[in-house]
């Protein structure tokens, strides 16, 4: 299975597959592309058959295309299963190339393992029954059962519709174009009790508003409970560290980083919100820059209407550490089809690192001197998560909870690493046994040869 995977990235040139390698035309067709995200925050991978035609002279660089995207995919979200969506709206038997599908399928199975959750397929015509039955055949029992046949009544268990288009039942007003490449949509969101930079002038005065009158409504709040504040205050004052943002303060160090080349990201992959129910609605993420030069930064989102988040745009500082607080706006609720996109580059030292140079820098700085980060949102129904979660009447909670469980999860970790090394050396213990035993039984048996060929 390994030398046939080997082989296949070598025919179809998969560790060189680029935009520039590809044509043009392929791109601009807009019969495959990722976006948008099914309802268990799993990517979507669309195939609209209707922009397929069935030409061999086509067929190697459109499989190539299929290939192009799987390895973009992999590289950018560290391969995290996805969902394939077969548009069959409006196509007939014109459409129909088995050899393609077959390619699709073969990926999944032999090249790209444990990257499938599932295949909706839309609206597929009667005549194409026959073919699918075929498909079928090509597929393992665990694969048939990931087939969904959907249609715009019940299409939406699988995909809410905000990912879905019109004419699928959806409202995701999307339009497929190239270029520049598809990608998850992120938008800069407002930063939170702040002015609106240059980025964020697509926000309505509507949202503006309702900001401040929030922001109002809280200070309220805060008048009533000041000197409960101020108690707390001088708490975490003396845990503080020399970080340019003032942590929340019931926040923690989180249990997982994402070490990249210019910062490393705490938490790693998912920012923790609660329900309604639970009022969990900020959340922290804590930047370390490892370089020796000022690096900058922006974040953006996937719904930017719905969150805030102080600085989406700043720059930090070689050595230090700075936290960014993100949190819901209004009655908004965290999904987790909800994203975040971290971008980070090096500025000169000469450059400045006020709103003006930011601008200006992110203008001119190459694409390929960007790093990304991307942070999906997890909900919490009841229990409190063991990362950076943030409440607002956190003045309320004892400060020992978090601490019980930050304490008990590392235990816990301990205690799975004890386990983990007791099982390697009894591993290592068997074998030596198997070794042994062997060697014994040789031993033996070369003992009775010597006997044997003595007495004859």
Not at 274 to 298: D, Q
Not at 414 to 434: G, Y
Request: glycine letters at 4%; charged letters at 25%.
């Amino acid at each position: 299975m390994i030398d046939e995977s080997l082989q296949w990235r070598k025919e179809y040139t998969v560790n060189d597959l680029t935009e520039s390698v590809l044509p043009k035309w392929l791109f601009e067709n807009g019969s495959l592309f990722l976006h948008g995200y099914d309802k268990e925050g799993y990517k979507l991978f669309w195939f609209r058959v209707k922009h397929h035609t069935r030409d061999p002279k086509q067929q190697l660089e459109k499989k190539k295309l299929v290939a192009f995207w799987l390895e973009h995919y992999a590289k950018r979200d560290h391969g995290k299963p996805l969902t394939v969506v077969f548009d069959m709206a409006e196509t007939g038997i014109s459409h129909i190339d088995l050899d393609f599908v077959r390619f699709i399928v073969n990926c999944f199975t032999d090249y790209y393992p444990n990257f499938l959750t599932k295949i909706v397929i839309f609206e597929m015509p009667w005549i194409m029954n026959a073919a699918f039955k075929i498909v079928k055949g090509w597929l393992g029992p665990e694969a048939i059962s990931m087939l969904k046949f959907t249609n715009k009544s019940d299409v939406q268990e699988y995909i809410s519709g905000e990912y879905l288009p019109p004419h699928m039942g959806g409202t995701d007003s999307f339009k497929y174009s190239y270029p520049p490449l598809v990608d998850d949509d992120f938008q800069t969101p407002l930063c939170e009790n702040g002015p609106i930079t240059s980025e964020d002038e697509h926000e309505s005065k509507e949202e503006i508003d309702a900001d401040t009158k929030e922001s109002g409504e809280l200070s309220e709040e805060q008048n009533l409970n000041q000197k409960k504040m101020n108690s707390i205050e001088q708490i975490s004052k003396s845990e503080e560290t020399d970080k340019t943002e003032i942590k929340p303060k019931n926040a923690k160090k989180a249990l997982t980083t994402f070490k990249g080349p210019l910062l490393h990201i705490s938490p790693a992959e998912e920012l923790y919100f609660g329900s309604k129910e639970t009022g969990e609605k900020k959340c922290l993420i804590v930047l370390t820059n490892v370089t020796k030069n000022v690096v900058a930064f922006k974040v953006r989102t996937t719904a930017p209407e719905k969150y805030r988040v102080k600085p989406s745009n700043s720059s930090c500082e070689p050595g230090t550490s700075l936290d960014i607080i993100v949190s819901l706006h209004g009655g908004f609720a965290a999904s987790l089809q909800d994203r975040f996109l971290i971008m980070a580059a090096e500025m000169d030292q000469s450059s400045g690192a006020g709103v003006p140079e930011l601008t200006q820098f992110w203008k001119e700085v190459p694409r390929t001197k960007v790093m990304e980060h991307r942070l999906r949102c997890h909900v919490i129904e009841s229990s409190k998560p063991s990362s950076l979660t943030l409440k607002e009447n956190a003045f309320n909670i004892p400060a020992k909870t978090n601490e019980d469980l930050h304490i008990q999860l590392t235990r816990l970790l301990q205690i799975n690493k004890r386990l983990q090394e007791q099982i390697d050396r009894c591993l290592w213990f068997q074998q030596l046994s198997v070794v042994l035993s062997l060697l014994s039984v040789t031993v033996v048996a070369f003992c009775f040869y010597l006997a044997y060929t003595q007495r004859s």
